[in-house]
């Protein structure tokens, strides 16, 4: 296979129907998140949105250890194996997760913490897991309508799910917020993984290359398992420390403010949801890494740009967003909603670089530039919350962010990974 059957379609409209189909899809998917989050902003109050807020970056930590780098892997065997055989294989390991050590887990936290409210986090942590089972072997297998219905059901089931069961039955509270949750993760779980099961429950129960896909397994995710940890510092750290130094009501308005600027996601997902399938498929015919190489940078170099210009208008016009999208109980979360926008511009970017390596099982090359991120990101979180507050750990994340944006370009570019020069890489991309 040619990399020019992605770059040299027959027609425009051919070549970006894919991306037009996730972009519309991300766009409602969007709208319906920005008036959730404009709900919270009006009903939830900043001290019980830094609680739910810490509990959600516990089961995130958990999940990201566990169920993540599972999934990458997931994705990557379906370049390999049989899609039947690898579906059940994964499918029977995330279930040992989720129903013997997740609970484990679960249990001995809400036995420390003396709180009920890790059964609700363990069935939203199980519904999640499953959900992105689902919409990310669509995503891997090109099945982009599929993928972006899931999306926007979600959006919308989050939102039905807070305007009955927390506006509607008054509970304002972390306990609402997770029944929502929980709900919600378990219906789009079943209807994610439904169409799978269809799929398997002919396979023969002894999988023929179970051996392989354990070794496979072991081999891919080894290094992840030491990134996860290190990305939920990243993200999610900062939370704590600013528990440490400060109040619940001030991780509230953290959190409010980072997810704000975190919705800079929305233009790097149906992006990202675009390529994946498309360099897996490089992988699937055997290509050499380095034929990737071509289709990230020339997105990469219009990405950025674009990007970084949607920054400068939301830092200039971040008063009236914030009045918009948020409450004025939540005024330092608009402050500080620019600059973590910022600094999600060069995570996205990361995050295109990194499609190669989770494709091409390079994962270590993940570990190496997230690593040197924990590093600058805590030693800028501990210098600047206790003397600016939430604003220190904003700018800790953006500057963060940055550094390890150019790690992990440096990483790209380097000749181990980078077999040919761009420019005759280019060359297969000229229609």
Request: aromatic share 14%; with cysteine.
């Amino acid at each position: 296979m040619k990399i020019g059957r992605f770059a040299n379609p027959l027609s425009v409209p051919t070549r970006f129907a894919p991306l037009l189909t996730l972009l519309s899809g991300q766009g409602l998917s969007a709208g319906l998140g920005l008036i959730y989050g404009k709900l919270t902003a009006l009903y939830i109050s900043p001290d019980v949105w830094g609680e739910y807020s810490l509990l959600l970056a516990g089961m995130t930590f958990v999940h990201s250890l566990l169920v993540t780098p599972t999934i990458q892997s997931f994705k990557s065997a379906l370049g390999q194996f049989s899609r039947t055989t690898v579906v059940r294989f994964y499918g029977q390991l995330l279930l040992a997760l989720f129903t013997i050590l997740l609970p484990l887990v679960a249990l001995l936290a809400g036995l420390y913490f003396r709180n009920s409210l890790f059964g609700l986090v363990w069935l939203a942590a199980v519904g999640q897991g499953f959900y992105q089972f689902g919409t990310d072997y669509r995503n891997a297998q090109g099945q982009h309508r599929s993928f972006a219905r899931l999306q926007m059901g979600y959006a919308a089931g989050m939102l039905v799910s807070f305007g009955g069961l927390v506006i509607g039955l008054h509970q304002y509270t972390t306990t609402g917020l997770w029944q929502s949750m929980a709900l919600v993760n378990g219906l789009f779980a079943l209807l994610s993984v439904t169409p799978l099961y269809k799929l398997i429950r002919h396979t023969p129960s002894p999988l023929p290359n179970r051996p392989q896909l354990v070794q496979t397994y072991r081999r891919y995710v080894t290094p992840l398992f030491g990134m996860a940890l290190c990305a939920w510092l990243l993200n999610y750290a900062d939370r704590y420390l600013i528990r440490l130094y400060l109040t619940d009501a001030d991780v509230g308005q953290y959190a409010m403010g980072y997810s704000l600027g975190a919705k800079l996601l929305l233009l790097s997902t149906p992006l990202l949801a675009f390529l994946s399938p498309r360099m897996l498929a490089l992988r699937r015919d055997n290509q050499p890494v380095s034929m990737v190489n071509a289709l990230v940078f020339r997105y990469l170099r219009h990405y950025m740009p674009g990007t970084g210009l949607a920054c400068l208008a939301f830092f200039l016009g971040r008063n009236l967003i914030g009045t918009l999208l948020l409450s004025n109980q939540y005024g330092q979360a608009m402050a500080i909603a620019p600059i973590v926008a910022t600094g999600y511009l060069f995570l996205t970017s990361i995050h295109l670089l990194e499609l190669k390596w989770y494709a091409f099982g390079q994962t270590r090359y993940v570990l190496w530039h997230t690593l040197s991120g924990v590093v600058v990101n805590l030693a800028f979180n501990v210098l600047l919350i206790p003397r600016l507050g939430i604003a220190g750990a904003a700018w800790a994340t953006m500057i963060g962010y940055a550094t390890q944006f150019a790690i992990a370009y440096w990483l790209f570019r380097r000749p181990e990974t980078v077999r040919i020069h761009p420019a005759t890489a280019l060359s297969h991309l000229t229609p």
